[in-house]
Every structure is written in structure tokens, then in C-alpha cells.
């Protein structure tokens, strides 16, 4: 079959071809499923074959009328291959501060937007970002040496600024150092400051900054009360503020303060997030089945039924100390100890030091067997990355990547949240239409 359409364009369905012709004067939405399926080159009708629906559902599922499952979209990601925007579906743009591997990035690409500009300091971050955001230009480097000049227009300014100022691991360990922490620290806490001096020159329509729920609390609040003075107060945005648990769309607890701004008073509102109900998600999706019902990838998992090696198994000696540990912990009336997971199971916060010991999420492997680690493409799924994100990098790496990074489900479904106002400020309220 012919993959070009008659405007030489892939696609070629009718509606396809009024988006096109209209796009310079119409702003449209597309949706995710539509975008990957120009992606890849497909018409309805090829659609329909490879995923075996009916033509009619994928006309469904263009017009947003059903939710893809998240299968589909894996399939229709992997099939459009690379991550790379075409202009032509691009419904805004954005920066990527504190980029990690590119959680943030993956999420707001789903929701239609591009990516302008990326900064990350961190060498293997930078590795397994690029090896999965296939750009045309460099990635920046340390954010407080490059002049606001340097940087894109951009319609919003995304960052996860880092956490350890402001989470209780951070906090307690530059405490027992006799270190000032949060906004009086030197080196990490003025990071925020970068933050606000790119949004002061700017202006973007909207921002989201993630963070460690902690920083609500943190230093009896006054941190956060300073994040919120700077973005509403000197820079005039208006903010919104939530923390979302990853469990409403993974198996793991994972909390993070989210907050989105708009440069112009807007009607959003957290309801428009309509969040899944938590804790339906179960570690069963996340585990590799060792069945042969996956295919055996890299040193993860190995032989024709896929089983996980055996290097993530605990030793003896290790696992021995976790329990011993733990046990000395319980009797001393503190402390979780490890936490031991089976496929019925949700999991505890996979942390940036889950390398270490991996004591947090243990699963369990029965029949007198010491339980092992995640893999780290475990880990990938627990963050609810692609299928087919790469992970180019060593597990050490891996696991304190993944540690760090956020669960992109959450944000995507936050990002798509925001359009409407994000729109609303970006063209003064103009009417969308909707596929
Ligand atoms: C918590 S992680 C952010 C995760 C990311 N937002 C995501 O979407 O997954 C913070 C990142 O900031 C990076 N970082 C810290 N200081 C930096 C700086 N001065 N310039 C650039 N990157 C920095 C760290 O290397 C780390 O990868």
C-alpha cells in the first residue's frame, strides 16, 4: 500500500488532509495516537491491520472518542521509531531543565509539545537521553553558566529542579554535617534561582517544576514559601499546586509536589486531571514474566523463557545483613526495613541509592530463595517509561537514573491537563477544535 497520501504527505484520509490545509489558520489537537500514527506513516486503514481493529476504531481513536490502551500507544511509539517532532503536529513548545534520561521530556512530547532546548550536566543522564530523544542539537550543560540569551522562546519551561536540598534524606544528612541547607545552601539551593531568572526574561505561557514532597514542608515551609512568593508574587504567575502519588497509574508510591503556573489568570483547575483510581496497578505488570511470553533482552534476563539473571539476586551476606537489620530496626521500634514484593504487590519509592542494596523493593523468589532486584528495565517500567526506552548505560547507572527521574505517566497526563489554559494563554483564548 501507498504510504503517501494525495498531499504527499503521510496519512492521506480525508480529515488528515483538512488538518493539514488548515493548520496555519486552524489550531487543532491532535491526539497522541493520531500524531504516532502520521509518525509512522500509516493510513487508517494500515493502522487497523497492525493493530487488528476495525477501521472504525481507529477513526475512534483519532477522533479521542476511546483512550488507546497503553499497549497500542507502545506500539504505535515503537513503529514511529524515532521521538523526533515534525513542526507540523507540534502544539507548543518547551524546555527541558534538570533533564535526567528525559522523564519530563517524554511525557510533554506525548502531550504534543517540542523540545527547544535540553539541560543536563550529568554525563550518563546525558548518554541515555540521547540514545532515546534523538535531537538535532547538543545538550547544555550546568544550567547557572548559561546566559538566559542562550536559551529559545519557549511556551513552557519544564524542571524538575534537584531534590536533595529539600528531601529528608538531604536535609538530615547536611544537618549531621553542620551544613546549611534549602535556599541558604551555596551550591544546590540557589538552584531554583536558575529557575526563576529563565521565567523572569522568558515569560513562558505556563511552567510545571517537580520536586520531592517534602519541599512543601521543608524548613518549617518558609522554603516553599519563598518558591511561591518568587513565581506569584515577583514573576505574576498564577500557581497551582498539588501532590499526585504515581499510584494512580503505577504500582509504586511515589509522591511529588507538582506545580503548574499560568503567565495570565486562568479557569484550571486540578479537576481537569480526573485521576485514575490509585492502587489498581499491581507489580504483576512490572515484572518480567520469566515464561517465555517476553523476549530475553541484554543481561536482564536471559534463555528462551527470559528468566531474570542471577546476578540480581541478593547474596547471602547481604541479605542476611537486611535482615538482621531490619530486625534490629523493629525491635528498636523504628524503621521499614526492606520491603519484599511479589506480582499482587505495589512497590515503596524507588530511590536514586536503589544501586546500593535495593533494599526498598525486594521481590520475593520463593522455595528458599534469597529475593533479588529489579532490573533496570524493571525499573524503567515502574517509572512507566516506554517498552522501548534504551538503556544504554551500566545498572549502577541505570538504577540511580530511574531513581531520580519521574513517573511520566503522571506528568503526561498533567501536561495534557494543562492545554487548555496553556492554550488559552498562548493565543488569548482562541476556540480549539478537536479532531
Ligand atoms: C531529580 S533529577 C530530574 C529528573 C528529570 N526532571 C526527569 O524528568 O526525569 C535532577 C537532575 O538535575 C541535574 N542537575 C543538577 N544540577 C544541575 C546543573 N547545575 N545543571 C544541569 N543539570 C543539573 C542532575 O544531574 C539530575 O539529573
Known amino acids: 500500500m501507498n ?39 500509516m493510513t487508517t486503514e494500515m493502522a487497523a491491520v497492525e493493530l487488528g481493529y476495525s477501521p472504525r476504531q481507529i477513526f475512534r481513536l483519532d477522533a479521542g472518542e476511546i483512550e488507546p490502551r497503553k499497549a497500542v500507544l507502545d506500539r504505535m511509539r515503537s513503529l514511529a521509531g524515532v521521538q523526533e517532532h515534525d513542526d507540523r503536529f507540534t502544539q507548543f513548545t518547551f524546555i527541558d531543565l534538570f533533564a535526567g ?18 539541560s543536563e550536566w550529568d554525563r550518563f543522564a546525558q548518554q ?4 532515546n530523544h534523538r535531537d538535532n542539537r547538543l545538550i547544555a550543560g550546568d544550567i547557572t553558566e548559561i546566559d538566559v540569551e542562550d536559551i529559545p522562546e519557549h511556551d513552557v519551561l519544564v524542571a524538575g529542579f534537584p531534590c536533595q536540598p529539600f528531601s529528608i534524606a538531604g536535609v538530615s544528612k547536611k544537618n549531621a554535617l553542620g551544613r546549611a541547607h534549602g535556599f541558604l545552601d551555596e551550591t544546590q539551593g540557589t538552584l531554583f534561582f536558575d529557575v526563576a531568572r529563565i521565567i523572569s526574561h522568558h515569560r513562558p505561557a505556563a511552567f510545571l517544576l517537580e520536586n520531592v514532597k517534602n519541599l512543601k514542608s521543608h524548613d518549617k515551609g518558609r522554603t516553599f514559601e519563598v518558591i511561591r512568593r518568587t513565581l506569584e508574587d515577583e514573576l505574576g504567575y498564577e500557581l497551582h499546586v498539588k501532590v499526585i502519588d504515581a499510584k494512580h497509574y503505577l504500582p509504586q508510591h511515589r509522591e511529588r509536589v507538582v506545580m503548574v503556573g499560568f503567565r495570565q489568570a486562568t479557569n484550571f483547575s486540578w479537576d481537569n486531571l480526573n485521576l485514575p483510581e490509585a492502587g489498581v496497578h499491581r507489580m504483576r505488570e512490572v515484572l518480567h514474566p520469566e515464561d517465555g511470553s517476553e523476549q530475553a533482552e541484554g543481561h536482564f534476563t536471559l534463555g528462551p523463557e527470559a528468566q531474570v539473571n542471577e546476578k540480581y539476586t541478593l547474596s547471602d551476606k547481604l541479605w542476611q545483613y537486611l535482615k538482621d537489620y531490619a530486625a534490629k530496626h523493629k525491635a528498636a ?24 542494596d535495593g533494599s526498598e523493593i525486594l521481590v520475593g523468589q520463593g522455595r528458599g530463595k534469597n529475593p533479588r532486584r529489579l532490573t533496570p528495565r524493571e525499573c524503567a517500567r515502574v517509572m512507566g517509561f516506554p517498552e522501548n526506552f534504551r538503556i544504554p548505560v551500566s545498572d549502577t547507572q541505570a538504577y540511580k537514573q530511574f531513581g531520580n527521574s519521574v513517573a511520566v505517566p503522571v506528568f503526561e497526563a498533567v501536561a495534557k491537563a494543562m492545554q487548555p489554559q496553556l492554550f488559552q494563554v498562548m493565543y488569548g483564548g482562541a476556540q480549539r477544535l478537536t479532531a
Do not use: W
Open 333 to 356: 521500634g523504628n524503621g521499614f526495613g526492606y520491603g519484599l514484593v511479589g506480582p499482587d504487590d505495589t512497590c515503596r519509592t524507588l530511590s536514586a541509592r536503589y544501586y546500593k
Open 101 to 118: 534520561i528525559g522523564g519530563l521530556r517524554t511525557a510533554f512530547d506525548n502531550a504534543g509539545g517540542r523540545c527547544v532546548f535540553t
Open 3 to 41: 504510504k503517501s497520501g494525495t498531499n504527499g504527505l503521510p496519512g492521506g484520509t480525508k480529515t488528515d488532509i483538512l488538518t493539514l490545509i488548515n493548520h496555519d489558520k486552524v489550531i487543532r489537537m491532535t491526539s497522541e495516537f493520531t500524531r504516532l500514527r502520521h509518525q509512522a506513516g
Open 128 to 131: 541515555t537521553y540521547e540514545a
